[in-house]
Structure formats: C-alpha cells, structure tokens
C-alpha cells in the first residue's frame, strides 16, 4: 500500500488529485515514464493500439483506489479487465468485469472511459 503525498499544485500530478477527488485512478504509461508521477516502478507493460482492438474484446489496466479515511491518503491497486462496449479516436469505454469491493468507487458493471496509453493488455 502507497501513501499519497497532498495534493499538488502541478497538473502532472494527475495521479493525487485523481485519488482524492474521484477515489480512483487508471495508470497511463506515458505518465509511467515520468520520474516520480507514481509512487512506485511498474513494469514495461506492452500496451495495445486502439485500431488493433473490436468491441466485446477484452482488456486489462492497472487501477488504484483510496483505502480509508483520513490523512495521509492510503492507496492500493490492482489489475481489472474489462469488455469493450464502444471505441472511439482516442478512447474505449468497457465494463468492469472484475469482482471489487463493495466499498470502491468503481464497481463489477461500471462503465469507464479508458484512453490508449491506459491498456496494459489485450485478453486473448
């Protein structure tokens, strides 16, 4: 579990405010590559291009959630995968499949917008 630092003043810190706000954050790879946007390394995910995906494709991305109350804030994250419901330019939107906890803002079922650089992984 990481602990986030206040909210910045810099929009390149997307990730706090992200958390703070909307209990929740995707991680982008792009933002992965900047030193110290995200409190921990991650690995070199492939990523997929949007033109290579169709709808009812499934595809995974790293999200963090808020965990507690209080300061500092807690954050712990995870994998999800999800179904393509619709692509467009720039972005899908898919349907969470993976089972959160009841407690999470984005639950089995939610609908999220998800840009390129957010998909870790095509589900063959």
Request: proline letters at 8%.
């Amino acid at each position: 579990m990481a602990t986030v630092p206040p909210v910045p003043k810099t929009k390149e810190q997307k990730f706090c405010t992200d958390i703070v706000e909307d209990g929740y954050h995707i991680l982008n790879l792009k933002s992965a590559k900047i030193p110290g946007f995200y409190p921990n390394k991650f690995p070199a995910y492939p990523g997929v291009k949007l033109k290579e995906l169709t709808v009812d494709e499934r595809i995974t991305v790293r999200a963090f959630f808020r965990v507690g109350t209080g300061e500092p804030v807690k954050v712990d994250g995870g994998l999800i995968d999800l179904k393509i419901e619709h692509i467009d330019s720039d972005h899908v939107f898919g349907v969470v499949l993976t089972r959160l906890p009841e407690r999470f803002p984005v639950s089995t079922g939610s609908s999220l917008e998800i840009h390129q650089d957010e998909i870790l992984y095509k589900i063959d």
